[in-house]
Protein backbone atom coordinates (compact mmCIF):
# COMPACT_ATOMS: atom_id res chain seq x y z
CA UNK A 1 0.00 0.00 0.00
CA UNK A 2 1.22 3.51 -1.23
CA UNK A 3 2.77 5.47 2.45
CA UNK A 4 3.23 8.42 0.54
CA UNK A 5 0.26 9.82 -2.04
CA UNK A 6 0.76 12.11 -3.92
CA UNK A 7 -2.40 13.79 -6.19
CA UNK A 8 -3.01 14.09 -9.19
CA UNK A 9 -0.15 12.43 -11.07
CA UNK A 10 -0.27 14.85 -13.69
CA UNK A 11 -1.14 18.07 -13.39
CA UNK A 12 -1.51 20.69 -16.43
CA UNK A 13 -1.86 24.35 -15.88
CA UNK A 14 -2.06 27.63 -17.91
CA UNK A 15 0.87 30.13 -17.83
CA UNK A 16 0.61 32.32 -14.71
CA UNK A 17 -2.83 30.65 -12.96
CA UNK A 18 -1.89 28.96 -9.54
CA UNK A 19 -1.99 25.45 -9.30
CA UNK A 20 -1.34 23.53 -5.91
CA UNK A 21 -0.41 20.06 -5.50
CA UNK A 22 -1.06 17.91 -3.13
CA UNK A 23 0.49 14.91 -0.60
CA UNK A 24 -0.50 12.65 1.87
CA UNK A 25 1.30 10.42 4.36
CA UNK A 26 -0.21 7.23 6.16
CA UNK A 27 3.22 6.82 7.83
CA UNK A 28 3.40 9.50 10.38
CA UNK A 29 6.43 10.89 9.92
CA UNK A 30 7.38 14.10 11.41
CA UNK A 31 9.18 15.19 8.13
CA UNK A 32 7.84 16.39 5.52
CA UNK A 33 9.72 17.50 2.15
CA UNK A 34 9.06 19.07 -1.21
CA UNK A 35 11.45 18.58 -4.54
CA UNK A 36 11.48 19.57 -7.94
CA UNK A 37 13.23 17.35 -10.87
CA UNK A 38 13.69 18.39 -14.37
CA UNK A 39 14.68 16.09 -16.84
CA UNK A 40 18.07 13.81 -16.37
CA UNK A 41 18.57 15.76 -12.95
CA UNK A 42 18.91 14.87 -9.37
CA UNK A 43 15.99 16.21 -7.57
CA UNK A 44 16.31 19.23 -6.02
CA UNK A 45 14.90 20.27 -2.36
CA UNK A 46 12.76 23.59 -2.55
CA UNK A 47 11.51 23.01 1.04
CA UNK A 48 10.79 20.60 4.30
CA UNK A 49 8.57 20.67 7.09
CA UNK A 50 9.24 19.34 10.82
CA UNK A 51 6.53 19.04 12.36
CA UNK A 52 4.91 22.75 11.98
CA UNK A 53 8.24 24.00 11.57
CA UNK A 54 8.71 25.47 7.82
CA UNK A 55 12.19 25.01 6.59
CA UNK A 56 12.92 27.47 2.97
CA UNK A 57 15.80 26.82 1.07
CA UNK A 58 17.68 29.71 0.33
CA UNK A 59 17.24 29.33 -3.31
CA UNK A 60 13.90 28.57 -3.55
CA UNK A 61 11.82 31.01 -5.49
CA UNK A 62 9.57 33.03 -3.67
CA UNK A 63 6.74 31.65 -6.21
CA UNK A 64 6.92 28.43 -4.40
CA UNK A 65 5.18 28.32 -1.37
CA UNK A 66 4.04 25.23 1.22
CA UNK A 67 1.36 24.39 3.84
CA UNK A 68 1.18 21.88 6.04
CA UNK A 69 -1.86 21.68 8.01
CA UNK A 70 -1.70 18.56 9.79
CA UNK A 71 0.47 15.52 10.25
CA UNK A 72 -0.73 13.75 7.55
CA UNK A 73 -0.88 16.54 4.85
CA UNK A 74 1.51 18.93 3.37
CA UNK A 75 0.69 21.36 -0.22
CA UNK A 76 2.68 22.72 -2.92
CA UNK A 77 1.35 25.93 -4.04
CA UNK A 78 3.00 27.91 -7.11
CA UNK A 79 1.36 31.24 -7.33
CA UNK A 80 2.21 32.29 -11.11
CA UNK A 81 3.79 29.12 -12.68
CA UNK A 82 6.19 30.07 -15.46
CA UNK A 83 7.19 27.58 -18.52
CA UNK A 84 10.45 27.14 -16.47
CA UNK A 85 8.32 25.45 -13.18
CA UNK A 86 7.69 22.23 -15.58
CA UNK A 87 9.19 19.34 -13.67
CA UNK A 88 7.92 16.64 -11.66
CA UNK A 89 7.23 17.58 -8.32
CA UNK A 90 8.05 15.00 -5.55
CA UNK A 91 7.07 14.55 -1.54
CA UNK A 92 8.98 12.78 0.83
CA UNK A 93 8.78 12.10 4.37
CA UNK A 94 11.14 11.11 7.13
CA UNK A 95 10.67 10.10 10.60
CA UNK A 96 13.13 12.40 11.79
CA UNK A 97 15.59 15.21 10.30
CA UNK A 98 19.00 14.96 11.07
CA UNK A 99 21.14 12.87 13.62
CA UNK A 100 21.89 9.32 14.15
CA UNK A 101 18.34 8.36 14.50
CA UNK A 102 17.96 10.01 10.84
CA UNK A 103 15.53 7.75 8.82
CA UNK A 104 15.56 7.46 4.75
CA UNK A 105 13.18 9.57 3.07
CA UNK A 106 10.25 7.84 1.38
CA UNK A 107 8.93 9.37 -1.76
CA UNK A 108 5.81 9.85 -3.53
CA UNK A 109 5.13 8.76 -7.12
CA UNK A 110 5.21 12.59 -7.70
CA UNK A 111 3.20 14.90 -9.58
CA UNK A 112 4.23 15.74 -13.44
CA UNK A 113 3.54 19.00 -13.94
CA UNK A 114 3.11 20.56 -17.14
CA UNK A 115 2.78 24.44 -18.26
CA UNK A 116 0.41 25.46 -20.93
CA UNK B 1 33.24 20.94 -5.91
CA UNK B 2 30.83 17.77 -6.18
CA UNK B 3 30.38 16.29 -3.34
CA UNK B 4 28.48 13.28 -5.00
CA UNK B 5 29.73 11.85 -7.96
CA UNK B 6 28.44 9.30 -10.27
CA UNK B 7 30.64 9.70 -13.35
CA UNK B 8 29.13 7.03 -15.62
CA UNK B 9 26.02 9.10 -17.09
CA UNK B 10 24.61 6.11 -19.09
CA UNK B 11 25.42 2.33 -19.04
CA UNK B 12 24.10 -0.05 -21.22
CA UNK B 13 24.29 -4.12 -20.76
CA UNK B 14 22.46 -7.01 -22.01
CA UNK B 15 20.57 -8.95 -19.37
CA UNK B 16 22.11 -11.18 -16.98
CA UNK B 17 25.55 -9.52 -17.11
CA UNK B 18 26.57 -7.92 -14.04
CA UNK B 19 26.92 -4.00 -13.72
CA UNK B 20 28.86 -2.08 -11.31
CA UNK B 21 27.33 1.74 -10.57
CA UNK B 22 29.98 3.77 -9.43
CA UNK B 23 29.38 6.73 -6.46
CA UNK B 24 32.59 8.78 -4.95
CA UNK B 25 31.86 11.45 -2.00
CA UNK B 26 33.43 14.02 -0.11
CA UNK B 27 32.65 15.36 3.15
CA UNK B 28 34.54 16.21 6.12
CA UNK B 29 32.61 15.09 8.11
CA UNK B 30 33.14 11.87 10.62
CA UNK B 31 29.71 11.13 11.01
CA UNK B 32 27.58 10.65 7.89
CA UNK B 33 24.96 8.52 5.83
CA UNK B 34 25.24 7.53 2.12
CA UNK B 35 21.90 6.32 0.35
CA UNK B 36 21.11 4.80 -2.75
CA UNK B 37 17.77 5.32 -4.75
CA UNK B 38 15.99 3.82 -8.07
CA UNK B 39 13.98 5.67 -10.27
CA UNK B 40 12.33 3.56 -12.60
CA UNK B 41 10.68 5.22 -15.66
CA UNK B 42 7.40 5.86 -14.11
CA UNK B 43 9.24 8.47 -11.63
CA UNK B 44 8.57 7.29 -7.88
CA UNK B 45 11.96 7.47 -6.36
CA UNK B 46 12.35 4.02 -4.18
CA UNK B 47 15.00 3.34 -1.59
CA UNK B 48 17.16 0.69 -1.56
CA UNK B 49 20.10 1.33 1.04
CA UNK B 50 21.57 3.56 3.96
CA UNK B 51 24.96 3.07 5.15
CA UNK B 52 26.23 5.22 7.97
CA UNK B 53 30.05 5.94 8.03
CA UNK B 54 31.08 3.97 10.97
CA UNK B 55 29.97 1.17 9.48
CA UNK B 56 31.86 -0.54 6.06
CA UNK B 57 30.77 -3.85 6.30
CA UNK B 58 29.65 -4.73 2.17
CA UNK B 59 25.94 -5.50 2.14
CA UNK B 60 24.28 -8.28 -0.38
CA UNK B 61 20.49 -8.00 -1.03
CA UNK B 62 19.48 -10.24 -3.25
CA UNK B 63 20.92 -9.37 -6.57
CA UNK B 64 22.03 -6.14 -5.15
CA UNK B 65 25.42 -5.50 -3.44
CA UNK B 66 27.37 -2.17 -1.84
CA UNK B 67 30.99 -2.22 -1.62
CA UNK B 68 31.35 0.96 0.65
CA UNK B 69 34.87 2.26 0.91
CA UNK B 70 36.12 4.63 2.96
CA UNK B 71 39.82 4.84 2.26
CA UNK B 72 38.69 5.76 -1.70
CA UNK B 73 35.47 7.67 -0.94
CA UNK B 74 33.31 5.41 -2.65
CA UNK B 75 29.67 3.57 -2.18
CA UNK B 76 29.51 1.41 -5.29
CA UNK B 77 26.40 -0.70 -6.17
CA UNK B 78 26.17 -3.99 -8.12
CA UNK B 79 23.97 -5.60 -9.81
CA UNK B 80 24.19 -8.94 -10.33
CA UNK B 81 22.43 -11.38 -13.17
CA UNK B 82 20.84 -8.10 -13.96
CA UNK B 83 17.65 -7.94 -15.88
CA UNK B 84 15.15 -5.77 -17.66
CA UNK B 85 13.20 -4.67 -14.62
CA UNK B 86 16.62 -3.37 -13.31
CA UNK B 87 16.18 -0.40 -15.85
CA UNK B 88 15.94 2.72 -14.47
CA UNK B 89 18.20 5.50 -13.08
CA UNK B 90 20.13 4.94 -9.94
CA UNK B 91 20.73 8.36 -7.89
CA UNK B 92 23.84 7.88 -4.97
CA UNK B 93 23.25 10.38 -1.98
CA UNK B 94 24.84 11.81 1.14
CA UNK B 95 24.14 13.32 4.22
CA UNK B 96 26.02 15.20 6.65
CA UNK B 97 26.14 17.57 9.96
CA UNK B 98 27.61 20.17 7.35
CA UNK B 99 24.84 20.28 5.40
CA UNK B 100 22.37 20.05 7.93
CA UNK B 101 21.52 16.22 7.20
CA UNK B 102 19.59 16.84 3.84
CA UNK B 103 20.04 15.16 1.22
CA UNK B 104 23.51 15.85 -1.53
CA UNK B 105 22.33 13.92 -4.62
CA UNK B 106 24.67 12.47 -7.19
CA UNK B 107 23.29 13.29 -10.97
CA UNK B 108 22.15 9.81 -11.57
CA UNK B 109 23.24 7.01 -13.48
CA UNK B 110 20.21 5.39 -16.06
CA UNK B 111 21.20 2.10 -16.67
CA UNK B 112 19.77 0.13 -19.51
CA UNK B 113 19.56 -3.14 -19.40
CA UNK B 114 18.85 -4.47 -22.89
CA UNK B 115 16.86 -8.06 -23.25
Known amino acids: DAMVIQNPRYQVTQFGKPVTLSCSQT?????MYWYQQKSSQAPKLLFHYYDKDFNNEADTPDNFQSRRPNTSFCFLDIRSPGLGDAAMYLC???????????????FGDGTRLSIL | AQKVTQAQTEISVVEKEDVTLDCVYE???????LFWYKQPPSGELVFLIR????DEQNEISGRYSWNFQKSTSSFNFTITASQVVDSAVYFCALSEADSNYQLIWGAGTKLIIKP
Open chain 1, 27 to 31: LNHNV
Open chain 1, 92 to 106: ATSRERAGTRFQPQH
Open chain 2, 27 to 33: TRDTTYY
Open chain 2, 51 to 54: RNSF
